[in-house]
Nanobody
Framework: VQLVESGGGLVQAGGSLGLSCVVT????????LAWYRQAPGKQRELVAA???????NYAASVKGRFTSARDNAKNTVYLQMNGLKPDDTAVYYC?????????WGQGTQVTVSP
Protein backbone atom coordinates (compact mmCIF):
# COMPACT_ATOMS: atom_id res chain seq x y z
CA VAL A 1 0.00 0.00 0.00
CA GLN A 2 1.34 3.41 -0.95
CA LEU A 3 0.03 6.89 -0.27
CA VAL A 4 1.29 9.68 -2.47
CA GLU A 5 0.60 13.28 -1.54
CA SER A 6 0.82 16.18 -3.94
CA GLY A 7 -0.03 19.86 -4.08
CA GLY A 8 2.24 21.38 -1.48
CA GLY A 9 4.24 24.53 -2.08
CA LEU A 10 4.90 28.10 -1.07
CA VAL A 11 2.07 30.57 -0.67
CA GLN A 12 1.60 33.97 0.92
CA ALA A 13 -0.51 34.41 4.03
CA GLY A 14 -4.17 34.55 3.13
CA GLY A 15 -3.67 32.37 0.08
CA SER A 16 -4.93 28.90 -0.76
CA LEU A 17 -3.50 25.50 -1.59
CA GLY A 18 -5.06 22.17 -2.39
CA LEU A 19 -3.51 18.85 -1.42
CA SER A 20 -4.31 15.44 -2.84
CA CYS A 21 -3.42 11.96 -1.64
CA VAL A 22 -3.87 8.84 -3.71
CA VAL A 23 -3.91 5.40 -2.11
CA THR A 24 -2.55 2.66 -4.34
CA UNK A 25 -1.70 -1.00 -3.97
CA UNK A 26 -3.56 -3.95 -2.58
CA UNK A 27 -6.04 -2.59 -0.11
CA UNK A 28 -9.44 -4.16 0.35
CA UNK A 29 -11.15 -1.37 2.19
CA UNK A 30 -10.26 2.12 3.31
CA UNK A 31 -11.95 3.26 6.46
CA UNK A 32 -10.89 6.63 7.77
CA LEU A 33 -8.61 8.91 5.80
CA ALA A 34 -6.85 11.72 7.55
CA TRP A 35 -4.44 14.58 7.15
CA TYR A 36 -1.75 15.28 9.72
CA ARG A 37 0.94 17.89 9.81
CA GLN A 38 4.25 18.32 11.56
CA ALA A 39 5.99 21.64 11.97
CA PRO A 40 9.70 21.87 12.86
CA GLY A 41 10.25 21.08 16.51
CA LYS A 42 6.62 20.12 17.07
CA GLN A 43 4.71 16.88 17.33
CA ARG A 44 2.64 15.57 14.47
CA GLU A 45 -0.95 16.70 14.84
CA LEU A 46 -4.25 15.76 13.29
CA VAL A 47 -5.59 18.35 10.87
CA ALA A 48 -8.65 16.67 9.39
CA ALA A 49 -10.22 13.23 9.26
CA UNK A 50 -12.95 11.87 7.04
CA UNK A 51 -14.82 8.60 7.41
CA UNK A 52 -15.79 6.27 4.59
CA UNK A 53 -19.25 7.89 4.71
CA UNK A 54 -17.78 11.34 4.30
CA UNK A 55 -18.18 12.58 7.86
CA UNK A 56 -15.43 15.07 8.60
CA ASN A 57 -13.68 16.25 11.73
CA TYR A 58 -11.26 19.16 11.90
CA ALA A 59 -8.72 20.52 14.32
CA ALA A 60 -9.94 23.69 15.98
CA SER A 61 -7.06 25.63 14.47
CA VAL A 62 -8.19 24.94 10.90
CA LYS A 63 -11.96 24.71 11.25
CA GLY A 64 -13.67 27.07 8.85
CA ARG A 65 -10.56 27.41 6.70
CA PHE A 66 -9.76 23.86 5.61
CA THR A 67 -12.06 21.39 3.90
CA SER A 68 -11.43 17.70 3.36
CA ALA A 69 -13.20 15.48 0.88
CA ARG A 70 -12.70 12.02 -0.55
CA ASP A 71 -13.42 10.19 -3.77
CA ASN A 72 -13.83 6.53 -2.89
CA ALA A 73 -13.86 5.47 -6.53
CA LYS A 74 -10.42 7.01 -6.97
CA ASN A 75 -9.07 6.11 -3.50
CA THR A 76 -8.19 9.76 -3.14
CA VAL A 77 -8.52 12.24 -0.32
CA TYR A 78 -8.26 15.99 -0.69
CA LEU A 79 -7.50 18.90 1.59
CA GLN A 80 -8.46 22.38 0.45
CA MET A 81 -6.71 25.00 2.54
CA ASN A 82 -7.93 28.59 2.45
CA GLY A 83 -6.93 31.60 4.48
CA LEU A 84 -3.52 30.13 5.11
CA LYS A 85 -1.43 31.48 7.96
CA PRO A 86 2.31 31.24 8.68
CA ASP A 87 1.42 28.89 11.54
CA ASP A 88 0.11 26.43 8.96
CA THR A 89 3.66 25.90 7.71
CA ALA A 90 4.46 22.22 8.10
CA VAL A 91 4.93 18.93 6.31
CA TYR A 92 1.49 17.52 5.61
CA TYR A 93 0.94 13.76 5.67
CA CYS A 94 -2.03 11.70 4.67
CA UNK A 95 -2.99 8.58 6.53
CA UNK A 96 -5.24 5.66 5.64
CA UNK A 97 -6.79 3.14 8.00
CA UNK A 98 -7.68 -0.17 6.37
CA UNK A 99 -8.82 -1.79 9.61
CA UNK A 100 -5.59 -3.73 9.96
CA UNK A 101 -2.95 -1.03 9.87
CA UNK A 102 -2.33 2.67 9.46
CA UNK A 103 -0.55 3.67 6.28
CA TRP A 104 1.30 6.94 5.80
CA GLY A 105 2.39 8.99 2.85
CA GLN A 106 5.82 10.54 2.52
CA GLY A 107 4.56 14.04 3.20
CA THR A 108 4.39 17.26 1.24
CA GLN A 109 5.79 20.60 2.39
CA VAL A 110 3.48 23.57 2.81
CA THR A 111 5.15 26.90 3.51
CA VAL A 112 3.18 30.05 4.22
CA SER A 113 5.09 33.32 4.10
CA PRO A 114 3.97 36.37 6.12
Amino acid sequence: VQLVESGGGLVQAGGSLGLSCVVTGTILIINDLAWYRQAPGKQRELVAAITSEGVTNYAASVKGRFTSARDNAKNTVYLQMNGLKPDDTAVYYCNANDGLALHWGQGTQVTVSP
